[in-house]
């Protein structure tokens, strides 16, 4: 009877120290605090009238901005599947800007990308009405393609899918998911362990 009780107690608190675990795992996993947009030239559905000198992107903090804007893009299109500018983006603390080029009147939508300071890339799109108050407004042609930026950047063509993350920010996000895994495995190792091992003294024990 009493050899029962000790294997119960061995058993229930093995249980504990992979509860135990469990709660360490999630406070050692780190906090994936994506950007997100709070601002933006132009509005999500607005009607421009007159030509701004750039169209932004801003979100809630800081970007992580390794070079030359690799991962970053800002896009304008039309109904018609035509891009609108040169596709260069300049980024700057929390957001990214490029300089604004519109065609004929009608609704356009913006796609746009940042990389979060967690090596995240977050991306999204809106869209927005071209109605020029002046007939004399500058107009572009556009074109089939996405922007390169002068032949600076490899610009996703397809207009469904996001231009692809930069493989340092996935590396870095690999990283850190790996050493949480490796420290999570360590733990629960030792655990299960120290389960056994009370477990196997419980078995030893005569009873009485």
């Not at 119960?8 to 950007?35: E, Y």
Request: with cysteine; glycine share 12%.
């Amino acid at each position: 009877m009493r050899r029962a009780l000790t294997a119960k107690r061995a058993l229930f608190g093995g249980l504990a120290l992979l509860v135990a675990c469990g709660a360490l795992l999630t406070v050692s996993a780190p906090a994936q605090a994506h950007n997100y947009l709070v601002q933006s030239t132009p509005k999500a559905g607005e009607t421009l009238t007159v030509l701004p000198q750039k169209f932004s992107v801003i979100t809630n903090d800081l970007l992580l901005n390794i070079g030359k804007g690799a991962g970053f893009a800002l896009q304008v299109k039309d109904a018609n599947g035509l891009y609108y500018g040169d596709g260069c983006v300049t980024v700057d603390g929390p957001g990214i800007s490029t300089d604004a080029a519109l065609g004929k009147p009608g609704t356009y939508e913006v796609i746009w990308q940042v990389i979060s300071t967690d090596g995240h890339p977050v991306s999204d799109n809106f869209t927005f009405t071209w109605a020029p108050s002046s007939p004399d407004a500058v107009v572009s042609t556009g074109s089939k393609t996405a922007p390169d930026c002068h032949g600076t950047l490899k610009p996703n063509g397809d207009a469904n899918e996001t231009p692809a993350p930069d493989a340092r920010a996935q590396a870095a996000d690999s990283d850190d998911t790996g050493a949480v895994l490796w420290i999570g495995g360590a733990v629960i190792a030792v655990g299960l362990a120290v389960g056994v091992t009370l477990l196997l003294a419980g078995r030893k024990k005569k009873p009485e």
